[in-house]
């Protein structure tokens, strides 16, 4: 597979970017570099590799859920700036 000019012009359109007249030749080489890598990739035999998720192996560090007594209302009011008896009372921040 390989890209003309134009091609690197219309995708240049698509990613909002300016590129000068001179610097499209080069490009349009250098992106058919990228596209020749890539195409030897499709050569290698992939037929006993399983699909990854993700390239690095990973394994759960959750700790398992434990129940605990949390703060009592007054204490996590205590210090609070500005309360009701009940939640703590903040500026709006939601415009219109």
Not at 5 to 30: C, M, S
Not at 34 to 59: R, S
């Amino acid at each position: 597979m390989s890209v003309s000019v134009k091609d690197v012009e219309y995708i240049a359109g698509l990613a909002k970017l300016r590129l000068k007249e001179e610097e499209l030749p080069k490009l349009t080489e250098q992106l058919n570099k990228i596209l020749n890598y890539v195409e030897h990739l499709n050569e290698l035999d992939t037929t006993e590799v399983e699909p990854l998720a993700h390239p690095l192996e990973m394994k759960n560090v959750f700790r398992p859920d434990e129940l605990k007594t949390s703060l009592s209302r007054e204490k996590a009011l205590a210090n609070a700036p500005q309360r009701t008896d009940e939640y703590f009372t903040v500026p709006k921040v939601v415009r219109r």
